[in-house]
């Protein structure tokens, strides 16, 4: 069973960046693409980015221009540097890695952007 485990998340106020990480407990050349996904209070989750294995990312274009989804492949983690928060970004964020056959999520970070 592979585990996600993911970091960064807290308290930011507006126009201020935040970095997730999620690491894997297994190789990340195992996956088909890993993404990052989020779920605002009251509302349905939606994907924020995906990067696939040969390394493109697609973003949201809610997000496009100030997300960036990166990956590290040596520590099996990859990363989402989000600048120019917005109070629209509020949600728990989820990591989630996709195999050929099978789908795994982290336990969920909460970003919040208030002042």
């Known amino acids: 069973q592979v585990q996600l485990v993911e970091s960064g998340g807290g308290l930011v106020q507006p126009g201020g960046s935040l970095t997730l990480s999620c690491a894997a407990s297994a190789s990340i050349f195992s996956f088909i693409h890993m993404g990052w996904y989020r779920q605002p209070p009251g509302k349905e989750r939606e994907m924020v980015a995906i990067?696939?294995?040969?390394?493109?990312?697609i973003y949201a274009d809610s997000v496009k221009g100030r997300f960036t989804m990166s990956r590290e492949n040596a520590k099996n983690t990859v990363y989402l540097q989000m600048n120019s928060l917005k109070p629209e970004d509020t949600a728990v964020y989820l990591c989630n890695f996709r195999g050929a056959y099978q789908s795994y999520w982290g336990q969920g970070t909460q970003v919040t952007v208030s002042s």
């Open positions: 990067i696939t294995s040969g390394g493109s990312a």
